[in-house]
Structure formats: structure tokens, C-alpha cells
């Protein structure tokens, strides 16, 4: 069955970075587009980051362009965000979504924490 399993999260300071990744399997990979989201106490989700199935369209929150940098390698089926400057601001559970056969699947998420 379709399944994301995010990694990477932790605890870092101001300036900090992070580098998550979104590992799928259960589905052709490279054929979906993969759109990290986040999601902090209290808050609604937020669209993060999205790419394409090949990599060449990338979209961002105006609060991460910058900062923020979505990659993939098909090859591994796993989309990457790579996440600099951190701010305390983005504290949040990230996840990651794919929609295969007209329904959505999320990963379980993975907690980024900074800390000022």
C-alpha cells in the first residue's frame, strides 16, 4: 500500500538547519508530485514546499523562499527539504503528502523544534 515515512526532524537553534526527507514506497514514485506541509500547536496546517514528479517545477511558502530548498531523487523514492536559518517560527510537526488514485496519504510526520 502507499506509504510516507518522514525523518530528520530535531531540535536546533536560531540559524540552525535541518534536512528532512519523505521516503515512499507503494506506488510509481516518479510519476507524483510531493508537497511538504506543517503544522504547529494551534495552528492550521500550512503548505510548506511542493515539487513535481521530475524535480522541475518547485513551489513555496512566502515564509520559506529563501530558506527552504525541496529536492528529490527518484531514483531513492524520497523527496528532501532542506531547511536553513531556521527561525523559531517554524517549529512545527512537517509532513509530507502524495495523492495516488484521486486520494491523499500523509506520512506520520517528524517534529522540528528551534529553540532562540
Known amino acids: 500500500q502507499v506509504q510516507l515515512v518522514e525523518s530528520g526532524g530535531g531540535s536546533v537553534h536560531l540559524g540552525g538547519s535541518l534536512r528532512l526527507s519523505c521516503a515512499g514506497s507503494?506506488?510509481?514514485?516518479?510519476?507524483?508530485?510531493i508537497i511538504w506541509y506543517r503544522q504547529a500547536p494551534g495552528k492550521e496546517r500550512e503548505l510548506v514546499a511542493g515539487i513535481s514528479s521530475d524535480g522541475g517545477n518547485k513551489n513555496y511558502a512566502d515564509s520559506v523562499k529563501g530558506r527552504f530548498t525541496i529536492s528529490r531523487d527518484n531514483a531513492k523514492n524520497t523527496v528532501y527539504l532542506q531547511m536553513n536559518a531556521l527561525k523559531p517560527e517554524d517549529t512545527a510537526l512537517y509532513f509530507c503528502?502524495?495523492?495516488?488514485?484521486?486520494?491523499?496519504?500523509w506520512g506520520q510526520g517528524t517534529q522540528v523544534t528551534v529553540s532562540s
Open positions: 503528502r502524495v495523492n495516488v488514485g484521486w486520494r491523499d496519504y
Open positions: 507503494g506506488f510509481s514514485f516518479d510519476r507524483y508530485m
